[in-house]
């Protein structure tokens, strides 16, 4: 039934394409207005040479001058007359006919002095009606214009600083220990937005994400190996130098184009995101107010894939009012998670032989977006609104996961129910996701057979190298978990006044109490196999819950500067689910306690 | 020639066949359900009166120019710096039977990035008596056209807070948009009441 459902998947491209043709036609339709205006303009300006000709003509169009200028300098006249009054008097009201109305919606204030500057870029298009002035000055606005008006740029990001008592690894003779534990900041990400609304009904966005992205530089070289030495041998080096941060992430987060059918629904395709749960559609960091993400979108992802998760789809979104609330919806047909690999490369120095490691780490991945996977998943939301500040959202994923290498066929299938509860000051937020990951014995039984062997080794006089197949999966049977916000927005009178609140509108203090816990059923520890076949798989039940106690003070409402104290908790299996050390696996602590001072900041 | 092309692109045709199936059928739902060519625009200058004052017979149409002596006294009754000053309002009086029965103003604030066009309607007394939406022109946030949110202004005056997340309920997604309406409807009151009100 579902693969019946998913047969319109392989339709989006021409959707898509449907799409831009009927926006294409609809510049041309504006384009073809112009160049009739211009030609009008040609004939009219052809005619006025031909009157050039005549004299009478000629007369005739300076009298008509003479008159318009009379007219230009009675209107002056009246205007300066009637600045002067609204300069001597307190602001009064001026009586206009319906039949001014539209002069007035061409005119400018009227007195020179109270033109204020415009924003620069602030053109025409989309000035509002009054084509209105900034009130504060430009580095207090959100969101700039650049090229023209249509275009916005903005974004949001944060750092925190986290200092951790994790315990780390055992000393092995005089070597420094290998750490887990944390003492330092770390510039969590920074998202660039561009918004673009070229006419009312057609809009696109994009959002590039730089996370924990110190650097990126490459060098590269070709030079002669024969430098001139007398043991020099012919022939030439090619030289590569990759260098990054650990941890450096480039990614194209969002990029879509919507075209509004009508008020409530509109077509949108693209770079999406799955709107399962509500953390994956609301990750701009300054809407949160714990300076870490929770452990079911993130860390410990009950979601096929963490946050921020993308997807390459089309599909349709709106919203409809119902009684006093509303309702709004998104369905996408989208690539979907699949089964990825990275290769991980290892070089270990050491006192026996060096090593060379070639992993092949397979986990789940959002999809390619390169057309090579067939569109083979859907996702959806469902929220209803009954009153303003409380909400509920049923959504949902479901989708192949197996990738072309492998025969199985196999399904993950996600639900996700989130909402939001006001009550006066105090607020509520939560999130339940689970995820069942069908067929998965068969899958790794199946991947077993393809890869053939888990390992491979040899060994050279000094160098020992090493292929192993990495399984990061996590691979689990399924998983689900939960978290949830409790905060007050408390607005004391004494902040206001004191260096916290002066000069912003509205500061806030608001402690929040955060409560998540997250399980994985069967999750892959161990699976060794040999000539096509399994023959270790060790799989564990493992449980983590985490209380956060936090507080954040907001000056404005896109910048959260949050404290927060996180205990984290191992509740089943012999390690934590997060954190997860590269090269180092999962802590087998009991638990580790956190701090955490964070900044966010949206623009 | 033509029969072995359709032959052996049989498939692609049967899937190409289908996409304009579901087209046609996506085209005729949305002509039957919608008018799309304003779907940002709610309401125009001329129905928004009409929209906030339904029962009134007639309207007194008043351009108010914003003057820095205005602006400041604006600014200290609103309390925070709305993100726009208009150079002007339209404003009205709304009248049934030669009486007045409110007062209307139109004014503007900027969301996250964009101008949220809308007028306010206030009582006699100079309670809000309700809110509209004339042009929303953000990407997201567009849930505060409803009239489930804009009912939350009715009956308050500046004499509440008038403020997002507190007497004012947020809208998940749209908080600037929230914040902007807020003070907007501050300022809208504000200027009623320094203007029109007066009269």
Redesign the interface.
């Known amino acids: 039934m579902l693969r019946k459902m998913l047969g319109p998947a392989s339709w989006a491209s021409v959707v898509l394409a449907i799409i831009l043709s009927a926006s294409v036609a609809a510049f041309a339709e504006d384009k073809k207005v112009e160049s009739n205006k211009s030609k009008a303009v040609e004939k009219k300006e052809t005619a006025s040479g031909d009157a050039s000709a005549s004299r009478n003509e000629v007369e005739q169009l300076r009298n008509e001058v003479e008159r318009l200028r009379a007219m230009v300098d009675a209107l002056m006249k009246e205007r300066a007359a009637a600045t002067a009054h609204t300069a001597n008097q307190s602001p009064a009201a001026e009586a206009v006919t319906a039949q001014q109305s539209e002069t007035i919606q061409e005119s400018k204030p009227q007195n020179p002095q109270e033109q204020e500057k415009p924003i620069p870029g602030r053109g025409k298009t989309d000035q509002g009606l009054y084509g209105t002035v900034a009130a504060g000055g430009q580095t207090s606005r959100y969101g700039r214009a650049v090229f023209g008006d249509s275009v916005r740029i903005g974004g949001y990001g944060s750092f925190r600083f986290e200092t951790n008592n994790l315990n780390n690894l055992a000393r092995v003779g005089d070597l420094p220990v290998a750490r887990r534990n944390r003492n330092g900041f770390d510039i969590r990400r920074l998202v660039l937005t561009a918004d673009v609304s070229p006419v009312e009904r057609l809009r696109f966005y994009t959002e590039i994400e730089f996370e924990r992205f110190g650097k990126l530089e490459i060098e590269r070289a070709a030079i002669p190996e024969n430098r001139g030495g007398a043991s020099a041998i012919r022939g030439t080096r090619f030289i590569q130098e990759l260098e990054g941060q650990d941890g450096s992430e480039l990614k194209l987060e969002q990029f879509w184009a919507q075209y509004d059918l009508n008020k409530s629904i509109g077509i949108r395709g693209g770079i999406i995101l799955p709107p399962v749960g509500r953390f994956n559609i609301l990750h701009d960091d300054d809407y949160w107010d714990v300076p870490r993400r929770t452990l079911i979108d993130r860390d410990a992802p009950a979601l096929p894939v963490k946050t921020a998760w993308s997807e390459a789809g089309l599909g349709l979104i709106g919203s409809k009012a119902i009684g006093q609330g509303f309702i709004n919806y998104q369905f996408y047909v989208v690539n979907g998670v699949t089964l990825d690999y990275a290769l991980e490369q290892t070089v270990a120095v050491r006192d026996d032989k060096a090593k060379i490691e070639f992993e092949p780490e397979i986990g789940f991945e959002s999809g390619a977006v390169n057309g090579s996977r067939p569109a083979s998943a859907v996702t959806w939301r469902l929220g209803l609104t009954p009153r303003v500040g409380n909400e509920i959202a049923f959504s949902g994923y479901h989708g192949k996961y197996t990738p072309r290498f492998l025969q199985t066929d196999a399904w993950i299938n996600s639900i996700g129910v989130d909402g939001k509860l006001t009550l006066g000051n105090f607020e509520t937020e939560g999130e339940f996701i689970y995820t069942k990951f069908g067929k998965m014995r068969e899958v790794l039984s199946d991947l077993a057979r393809n890869l053939v062997h888990d390992e491979a080794e040899d060994e050279f006089n000094e160098t020992e190298t090493e292929v192993e197949v990495g399984l990061k999966g996590p691979f689990t049977d399924h998983r689900h978990g939960f978290w949830v916000d409790l905060k007050y927005r408390w607005r004391p009178a004494w902040l206001k006044q004191s260096i916290l609140g002066e000069g912003f509108s509205d500061p806030q203090l608001i402690p929040i109490v955060r409560y998540e816990r997250v399980w994985y059923s069967r999750l892959l520890r161990e699976l060794e196999f040999k000539g096509g076949a399994i023959e270790n798989l060790e799989a564990e039940d493992l449980s983590q819950d985490r209380l956060t106690i936090g507080l954040t003070y907001r000056p404005i409402s896109s910048v959260p500067v949050s404290f927060a104290y996180q205990y984290n908790n191992r509740r089943r299996g012999s390690t934590l689910i997060f954190p997860e050390t590269i090269g180092l696996g999962r802590a087998a602590d009991r638990s580790f306690s956190s701090f955490l001072i964070g900044i966010a900041f949206g623009f | 020639m033509l029969r072995s092309m359709v032959k052996q692109n049989e498939a692609l045709l049967r ?2 066949i ?2 304009i199936a ?2 046609i059928a996506a085209a005729a739902f ?1 002509s039957i ?10 309401l125009t ?1 001329e129905q928004a009166p009409k929209a906030v004052f339904p029962e009134a017979d007639s309207f ?11 602006r400041s ?1 604006v600014l200290k009754m609103v ?10 309002y ?2 009205y009086i709304a009248k049934r039977g030669g009486q007045r029965i409110g007062y209307a103003i ?1 004014c ?1 604030e ?1 969301g ?4 949220i ?1 809308f007028i306010v309607a206030a009582n006699t007394d100079g309670t809000v008596k309700d809110v509209a939406i ?2 929303y ?1 953000e ?1 997201r946030g ?2 505060v056209r ?4 804009t ?2 202004f009715r009956g308050k005056s500046l004499r509440n807070p008038i ?4 007497d004012i ?5 749209a ?2 948009s929230v ?1 902007a309406m807020a ?1 907007g409807v501050r300022k809208a009151l504000a200027v009623m009441q ?3 009100m007066k ?1």
């Open positions: 899937r190409a289908k996409a579901l087209m949305v359900n919608s008018r799309a060519a304003t779907a940002q625009t709610f200058l007194e149409q008043r351009k108010i120019n914003s003057t820095p002596q205005l006294e309390g925070r710096k709305p993100s726009i000053w208009e150079p002007f339209f404003a139109v503007e900027i996250r990035d964009r101008p066009t004339m042009v022109r990407t567009g849930e409803y009239p489930g949110f009912r939350q403020q997002a997340q507190g309920r947020n809208i998940t997604g908080t600037l914040r003070t320094l203007t029109v009269e």
